[in-house]
């Protein structure tokens, strides 16, 4: 399984539904802070992004755990 | 035709004083004017390493992405997307994305150009379901770009999201183990 995928898998099963995105791997306490997280839509339907994690649940910690797992 | 000796230090205004057609047996076109190529520049990038993945419902910018400075504010841009798309899906009804084309003149911030809401998308559905599984597709978006009117930068961007209407899948990445990305950006003439 792809690393990406991995990383997607293991913050979907901390917070099912959680939307974001990601350039290239998540390897690190560093990539994990580069991720995209959804918070709303702009009139042009595009996705309003932040890098500024809003899901407390999410931790790089979780997230290195449960990417271990798979 | 009158022919006229020139001295040392005369010259021909090649502007009023030439006529004619030269031969093409004699290395010329045979034609009596000329009418320059439309093609007016390609830009071009590729993309090895770094794919994007995206969770997203709606749709969120990935790396794909490059940028033309037209030369004629009535000229066109040919845009062409080159990628392999994938998805994973751990249990459901199948991969399905969509993909836009959106563009951004002179920093200005993006907008769709390319396509409306709900026609362009990928994947597949399975009626049985529930079995993890991923796909890869080979995806090529091409856009003719009419409306730019500017001589300003424009950046071109692919956009992803998952097809939330039926068997969206967990994500969708702009491809599967780095597979190389391209973006191709013509401009033609008027």
Redesign the interface.
């Known amino acids: 399984m792809e690393n990406n995928t991995k990383a997607c898998i293991a913050i979907q099963k901390l917070k099912e539904g959680v939307q974001f995105s990601f350039t290239g791997d998540i390897v690190t306490e560093a990539d994990f802070n580069k991720i995209n997280w959804k918070t709303g839509v702009d009139s042009e339907g595009a996705s309003i992004m932040t890098t500024t994690n809003p899901h407390s649940e999410i931790t790089w910690t979780a997230v290195k755990a449960e990417m271990d797992k798979l | 035709m009158a022919l006229t000796r020139l001295g040392p230090n005369q010259s021909i205004n090649l502007a009023s004083n030439v006529t004619g057609t030269l031969a093409t047996g004699n290395g010329g076109t045979g034609a009596t004017s000329f009418s320059p190529g439309k093609l007016l520049q390609i830009q071009s990038v590729n993309f090895t390493?770094?794919?994007?993945?995206?969770?997203?419902?709606?749709?969120?910018?990935?790396?794909v992405t490059d940028q033309i400075t037209p030369s004629a504010t009535d000229s066109k841009i040919l845009v062409i997307f080159n990628t392999s798309l994938s998805q994973?899906e751990?249990s459901g009804s199948g991969c399905k994305y969509e993909a836009g084309i959106?563009r951004q003149i002179n920093g200005g911030g993006?907008?769709?150009i390319y396509a409306g809401?709900g026609n362009s998308y990928g994947g597949y559905g399975e009626s049985s379901g529930n079995t993890e599984r991923?796909t890869s597709f080979p995806t090529t978006m091409t856009f003719l770009d009419t409306s730019h009117n500017t001589t300003n930068a424009i950046d071109y961007k692919l956009?992803l999201?998952l097809l939330t209407a039926s068997g969206q899948g967990?994500?969708v990445?702009t491809g599967?183990?780095d597979q190389e990305r391209s973006v191709t950006l013509i401009e033609i003439g008027a």
Do not use: L, M, P, Q
């Open positions: 390493s770094g794919v994007t993945s995206v969770t997203t419902d709606s749709f969120t910018a990935t790396e994973y751990g959106y993006y907008s769709r809401s991923t956009y999201s967990d994500n990445n599967a183990s």
